[in-house]
């Protein structure tokens, strides 16, 4: 199984930035979908970015210009670079993975516990 870990949440001010880190560990781990969803209080689970192995990402209208994901393969770690931040970004950010590993060979949806982001002033 793969273990997916998010951090680098906390509190912000409007304006401000934060870097979010999920982190995938597993055996011999293959990851074919990355993903960072958000939920806000009283609303429905939304996807922010994805990524996908052709090495394209793509983020939800709301926060292109001002979120950048980003990976590091040897680390098994994807990053959310997230600036300018407003305050309808506060949610708890969850980092969704699709992986193979050598226990689970095929193509197997993993989730992170969530980080906790609030914008506020």
């Known amino acids: 199984q793969v273990e997916v870990v998010e951090s680098g949440g906390g509190l912000v001010q409007p304006g401000g930035s934060l870097r979010l880190s999920c982190a995938a560990s597993?055996?011999?781990?293959?990851?074919?979908?990355t993903e960072w969803y958000r939920q806000a209080p009283g609303k429905q689970r939304e996807v922010v970015a994805t990524?996908?192995?052709?090495?394209?990402?793509n983020y939800t209208d709301s926060v292109k210009g001002r979120f950048t994901f980003s990976r590091d393969n040897a680390k098994k770690t994807a990053y959310l670079q997230m600036s300018e931040l407003k305050p309808e970004d506060t949610a708890i950010y969850y980092c969704?993975?699709?992986?193979?590993?050598?226990?689970?060979?095929?193509?197997?949806?993993?989730w992170g516990q969530g980080t906790q982001v609030t914008v506020s002033s």
């Open positions: 990524w996908t192995t052709g090495a394209t990402t």
């Open positions: 969704h993975v699709i992986a193979s590993t050598i226990d689970a060979m095929r193509p197997t949806d993993y």
């Open positions: 597993g055996v011999d781990i293959l990851i074919y979908v």
